[in-house]
């Protein structure tokens, strides 16, 4: 299963990151993922049960889904096809094997909660709850 051995790698990836950078959990991952991948739904799927255990449980994956593009060498320009495994241009009818984007696996950003932010949080929380007076 590829999509399980991803999954675990962007869990061991972000953990190991967040641990360096004084991440007590992550709260949100965010990637882009080339339409050729094919990975997106699997990612998904694999990534709750994956990242149990991990600073990511509980996380958001965020992917964000890089559609496929090709060079045509005829037009000299840069063409959307009209299917994923269609590589002909979609004006000239030519072949257009060099694909420009769809190939993407980036982890673009990751969103961690510090102990310094979960610490000031609960300061903050006793600080509103003492100046709490009752109505009457």
């Known amino acids: 299963m590829h999509e399980l051995a991803l999954a675990r790698s962007l869990i061991e990836m972000v953990d190991e990151y967040a ?3 004084g991440g007590r959990r992550v709260r949100r ?3 882009r993922l080339g ?7 699997a990612l998904y799927f694999c990534f709750e049960s994956t ?16 559609p496929l593009s090709v060079f045509c060498h005829t037009c ?5 096809p009209s299917g994923r495994f ?16 769809g ?18 949080r609960k300061h903050l929380s006793a600080d509103y709850s003492a100046q709490q007076t009752p109505c009457q």
Do not use: H, W, Y
């Open 19 to 21: 641990l360096k950078n």
């Open 29 to 31: 991952i965010n990637c």
């Open 35 to 41: 339409e050729l991948s094919a990975m997106t739904r």
């Open 51 to 66: 990242s149990k255990g991990s600073r990511c449980e509980g996380a958001e994956l965020v992917i964000e889904e890089v």
């Open 76 to 80: 000299d320009a840069v063409k959307t």
């Open 86 to 101: 269609n590589f002909r241009c979609p004006d000239c009818g030519f072949p257009t094997p060099k694909v420009v984007t």
């Open 103 to 120: 190939r993407e696996m980036q982890l673009t950003s990751i969103e961690l909660e510090t102990v310094n932010e979960d610490a000031a």
